[in-house]
């Protein structure tokens, strides 16, 4: 028997387009990197966003018979039986309870809609990334504010349902959630919009126990490799014969920090 765990990385905001899969794979494929035994999970598996991205990926290798860092996938959808929702949700626990002594990494995907299984999957987190995008509609997720007076409210339902996660895990001795709330499609140019986003994420971190990380700009290399299944971290593989833009090597470097961000040990 082994003491090992995965470190399980759940990417996950309660609300669709956030960029939720675009992260997943590519934090996968910077683990993969790394050198360590990654495995993906989509929880969204009847849109399957993720799945899709991972099944493009093995695609282009087949066809250009070329081979890329690539990770153990697994995807669940919710079960259409609502009399067995909660036979099928422990079956899916049970599934992924038996990964966690395979992997060194575990990045799961969830759905952009509060469901069981959205449930199931922040019961495994040790690290919790939320993108957000650089609206201030986005912040009612996680918290009320007055933006005529700038006083901050009562959390969000977003906030509230993280709350009611960290009681869960530290009734199971998991006593802290690694939450960071990255930044995701912003703008590249500057704006008092985004300038009074990012503050207002700063002054909430220290209410609500999360981490601010600067995240992605909006970029539209991401759509582009999405067809083809690639990330920009595959950009520099000779077999490849891609040339790195400028973009490029923005986006590697906020992959990168990231990554760094989540362990920056």
């Known amino acids: 028997m082994t ?6 990385i759940v990417i996950s905001n309660e609300k669709g387009g956030t960029g939720k899969s675009t992260i997943s ?3 996968a494929i910077k683990l993969l ?8 999970i989509d929880l969204d598996g009847r849109q399957g966003t993720l799945s899709r991205y991972l099944n493009n990926r093995k695609l282009f290798c087949l066809k250009n018979n070329i ?8 995807k669940f959808a ?4 609502y009399s067995h929702i909660a036979e099928h949700s422990a079956c899916v626990e049970m599934q992924i309870k038996s990964l966690l002594p395979l992997y060194d990494a575990i990045v799961i995907d969830t759905p952009g809609n509060k469901n069981y299984l959205f449930e199931l999957g922040h ?5 919790l990334i939320t993108p957000i995008g650089d609206s201030l509609i986005d912040l009612n997720s996680i918290s009320e504010i007055n933006f005529e007076t700038g006083k901050i409210g ?7 349902y993280i709350w009611d996660v960290k009681k869960q895990l530290a009734a199971r001795g998991k006593n802290y959630l690694n939450w960071i709330v990255v930044g995701n499609k912003i703008s590249s140019t500057k704006s008092k919009n985004k300038n009074i986003v990012f503050e207002y994420l700063n002054q909430l971190s220290k209410l609500y126990g999360f981490r601010v990380n600067d995240g992605f700009k909006d970029r539209v290399i991401y759509k582009e490799l999405f067809l083809e299944g690639l990330t920009v971290l595959d950009m520099n593989q000779d077999s490849l014969k891609r040339r790195m833009t400028l973009s490029h090597i923005a986006a590697k470097q906020e992959i990168k920090a990231l990554a760094e961000f989540i362990c920056p040990e």
Request: charged share 25%.
């Open 3 to 8: 003491d090992k765990t995965a470190h399980t």
């Open 25 to 27: 794979l590519h934090l």
């Open 33 to 40: 990197q790394e050198g360590f035994k990654v495995a993906t």
């Open 67 to 74: 081979k890329l860092p690539m990770p153990e996938h697994f």
């Open 78 to 81: 919710p079960t259409e039986d």
């Open 123 to 127: 019961k495994f987190a040790d690290t």
């Open 154 to 160: 009562r959390p969000g339902v977003y906030a509230n």
